[in-house]
C-alpha cells in the first residue's frame, strides 16, 4: 500500500518515536521519502534525506525543497509531563499548523495532509466516545490538540482539502522514550523486576506503533471527498489497567517479583474504568485495525530493547 501513496512524501517531526517509526518504514519501500528533525536525531540515525529545520520558523523552505504531494504531521509538543511551556504547547499544535496550511495551500504543493491528533482531544471522556463526541478538554495540551482538528475540519469540510486527523491512543513500541511506562516495564523485566507503577486501576488503550504506522498510510490511501478533515480514532478497542498489564509482562518475562503499585494520588489526566477508542469509524471507512495483541507487542519491544543493550 506504501507504493501507492503520492509522493515525494514529507514525514514531519520524523525524529519522534512515531515519526521515526513511519519514516523508517516508508524508507523501507521508496526513496523519495524526506523526514525533518529538530536538534536531536538520535533515532535517524544512517538514515537518508533528513532535514534539519525548525519548522515552527522556516516551513516554506522544507515545501519549496522537498514539494512533497503528502504530508505526514508528527509534529507535537505537550505530551509528556516534562513538556509543561504553555506557549510552546499553543505555538507549536496551533499557530504552527495554522501556518503550515496556509502556506501549503498557496503554494500548491501537498494532495495529501495527515495530522497527528490524541485521545487526549476528548478530555474527560474515557470510555470509547465516538469521533463526533463534544471534546471536553482537561489540560492545555488537550486543548491545543482539539483547537487543530477543528482547524483540519475547516480546511477539509470547507477549504476541499484532502487531510484528517488520527487521534492516537496510547502508542508503544520500539524508540519509546525511556522515561514512558512500556520502555520502564520492558527494561525492568529485562533485570527481573518491576518499575514504579501507578495506581492500579488506571487504564489505557496500548496500541503497538507499527499498527498505528499503518493507519497514517491507510488514511493517505483511503480518505475519499466524505470524509475529507475528519477525525478518526486509533487504538485497540481494549481497556488494560495497569495491574493487567503488569501481570501479562509477569508471565511473558518471568518476573520472579510481584508487582507493587503506588497509592499517590493520581494525576488530572489518568483514568480508571474503560478508557479505550471506538474505532467503528476507522475500521469502515479507512480499512483499518490494531492487529497486535499486547504480548505480542510486548515481545517485539522486548527484542528490540535486547538489540539496543
Sequence with gaps: ??????????????????????FRKLLNVRQDVYGTFFSKKDRLKGLPNIIEVDLTKYPRTTLNEVKPATVFDLVTYGAYSSETDTER??????IFKTRFMELMSKLKT?????HAGSSSEYGEQANAPTEDAPLLANSHYAVSKAATSAL??????????????????????PMEDPSRLIPKLVSSALAGMYPPLVDKNISRDFVYVDDVCDAFVKAAVNLTPNFYGHSFNVGTGTSTPIENLALIAKSLFNIPVDPTFSTMENRHWDFHGEWRANTNKTRRYLDWVAKTPIYEGLERTRQWTQQMI
Design 1 to 22: 500500500m506504501i507504493e501507492t501513496l503520492k509522493g515525494p512524501i514529507l514525514v514531519m517531526g520524523a525524529s519522534g518515536f512515531i515519526g521515526a517509526n513511519l
Design 152 to 173: 483540519i475540519h475547516y480546511w477539509g469540510r470547507h477549504r476541499g482539502v484532502r487531510c484528517a486527523n488520527l487521534r492516537l491512543y496510547s502508542v508503544y513500541g
Design 89 to 94: 504547547i499553543y505555538e507549536t499544535n496551533v
Design 110 to 114: 501537498a494532495q495529501c495532509y495527515i
